[in-house]
């Protein structure tokens, strides 16, 4: 018989976060190779359907580390803390996800997304069901 040991919510919280920038990195990754990829659009001066400046750089690095410093404060906040922001910041990139998901046609793209979406739908699923304290 294997001893089945059950994982702290906290920790499946961090790995969810961990394995949704893995798919973010593979997905960017992988946006180098396509015609007109991120290769091609950084050679024009352009980040998606943006130019390419400080301010479009510096809103992408944001909104890339916000899920980077979910694997550490999901295990450092205050549990109220933690679950309203877990909550939250996964509802919000997973609407990202599911709405950057079909800007292309790309099968890859879309996979990506939808996978994206899943886990974060799944962390904000783990954080709402949060188990309650019994008197």
């Given amino acids: ?4 040991v059950k994982v702290n919510l906290r920790i499946k919280l961090s790995l969810l976060w961990t394995v949704v920038m893995l798919c973010y990195i593979e997905g960017d990754f992988t946006s180098f190779f396509p015609p007109g990829g991120y290769i091609q659009q950084s050679l024009a001066g352009k980040m998606g359907p943006f130019p390419t400046t400080q301010l479009t750089l ?26 309203a922001v877990n909550i939250s910041l996964a509802i919000f990139y997973t609407l990202v996800n599911a709405l950057s998901a079909f800007t292309t ?10 996978i994206e979406s899943l886990l974060t739908l799944l962390i904000a699923w783990y954080a709402w069901k949060w188990p309650r304290v019994r008197d």
């Fill in 1 to 4: 018989m294997l001893e089945d």
């Fill in 58 to 83: 510096l809103a992408g690095s944001v909104f890339i580390s916000i899920p980077c410093l979910m694997v550490f404060f999901t295990l450092v906040l205050k549990q109220k803390t933690c679950r």
């Fill in 105 to 114: 046609h790309w099968a890859y793209y879309i996979y990506f997304g939808v």
